[in-house]
C-alpha cells in the first residue's frame, strides 16, 4: 500500500498536475492493482463485522436506519484501524494529493461508500469545499471503485472545469451524508456537459474541493456500490474550526431529530 515510485517520474507529475488544474479532476485507472484490492475489501469486511456496532451514530450512516443490511457510509475509518491510517498518512494517496495541490497536506478523513441495490439514493450536485470551509479552498477529495461501477449502479459525474467558477449557492437536500447541494444545479447551460466516469475496481477519481459533481443512485437489482473516500487538505488552506463545529453540532441536532442516525 505504501508504493510511490510510479508517482516520482516528473513527466507523470506535470500531466497529473496540469489536468487537474485543467479539468478539476483526473481520472487514475487502476491506482491499486487486484491483489491490493482484494486486501482492502477483505480488511473492510472485517472492519465492518467487528468495529461498526461500537462506533458513534455520527459515523455511521444507513439508507434505512432499521436496515442493518442497508449500510451507506462509515466516515473517520483512520480512527478506528491502524491499517486504513496507514491508507491515509505517508501512503500513495498523500503523495498523489500532494502533487496535485502542490503543497504539503493533511489526511482529514478515509470513509467508505456504499449504495446498495434499488434504495441507494443519487447524490446530489455539490461543492465539497462548501463543507470544508477553508481559506483558500485548497483541497483534493479522492473516490476510489472497490468494485465495478457503471451508470446502473451510480458511477460519479464532474462538470469539467467548473472549480474555475467559485461557490454556487448550496442549500439543504435531505440526502444522508451529502446534506447540502447547489440549489438551482441544471439550470446553467455549463451544467449540461456532464462527464461520467465507470470504473473498475482500483480505479482513482480526484477532485478539487471546488469542482461541482454528483452521481445518480443505485437502480441495480442486486449490485452493490462500493468504494473508499481519502480527503486532503493543502497546507495553505486554514479551517473556519468554529464554523465547521456550529455546522457539525446542527446536523447531528437535525438527523438524530429526523431518525436518521
Not at 500500500?1 to 485507472?29: A, C, E, H, S, W
Not at 464532474?158 to 439543504?172: A, C, D, Q, T, V
Amino acid at each position: 500500500m505504501k508504493r510511490v515510485d510510479d508517482l516520482n517520474d516528473k513527466n507523470l507529475q506535470r500531466k497529473l498536475r496540469n489536468d487537474f488544474l485543467t479539468d478539476g479532476y483526473i481520472f487514475f485507472p487502476g491506482f491499486l492493482n487486484s491483489s491490493e484490492i482484494i486486501e482492502v475489501n477483505e480488511k473492510l469486511n472485517t472492519f465492518k463485522k467487528t468495529k461498526v456496532d461500537n462506533m458513534p451514530r455520527s459515523d455511521v450512516y444507513f439508507e434505512d436506519i432499521n436496515d442493518k443490511t442497508s449500510l451507506k457510509q462509515l466516515q473517520r475509518l483512520f480512527r478506528y484501524d491502524s491499517y486504513f491510517a496507514d491508507m491515509m498518512v505517508n501512503s500513495r494517496f498523500e503523495k498523489l494529493a500532494s502533487i496535485l495541490l502542490d503543497d504539503r497536506v493533511e489526511g482529514k478523513n478515509v470513509q467508505y461508500f456504499n449504495k446498495p441495490p434499488k434504495i441507494g439514493q443519487p447524490t446530489p450536485a455539490h461543492q465539497d469545499g462548501y463543507y470544508f470551509m477553508l481559506e483558500p479552498n485548497e483541497a483534493v477529495t479522492m473516490w476510489m471503485a472497490l468494485e465495478p461501477v457503471d451508470e446502473e449502479t451510480g458511477c460519479v459525474r464532474y462538470i469539467k472545469g467548473s472549480h474555475l467558477n467559485g461557490m454556487r449557492e448550496h442549500g439543504k437536500t435531505g440526502t444522508l451524508g451529502f446534506s447540502q447541494g447547489i440549489l438551482d444545479y441544471g439550470r446553467k447551460e455549463t451544467d449540461k456537459n456532464e462527464i461520467f466516469y465507470p470504473t473498475k475496481s482500483g480505479d482513482l477519481l480526484v477532485h478539487h474541493s471546488m469542482t461541482i459533481h454528483r452521481a445518480d443512485g443505485n437502480s441495480s437489482e442486486n449490485r452493490t456500490r462500493q468504494a473508499m473516500g481519502f480527503i486532503y487538505y493543502a497546507n495553505k488552506a486554514k479551517e473556519d474550526v468554529e464554523a465547521q463545529k456550529a455546522y457539525q453540532k446542527k446536523l447531528a441536532k437535525d438527523l438524530t431529530k429526523e431518525n436518521k442516525v
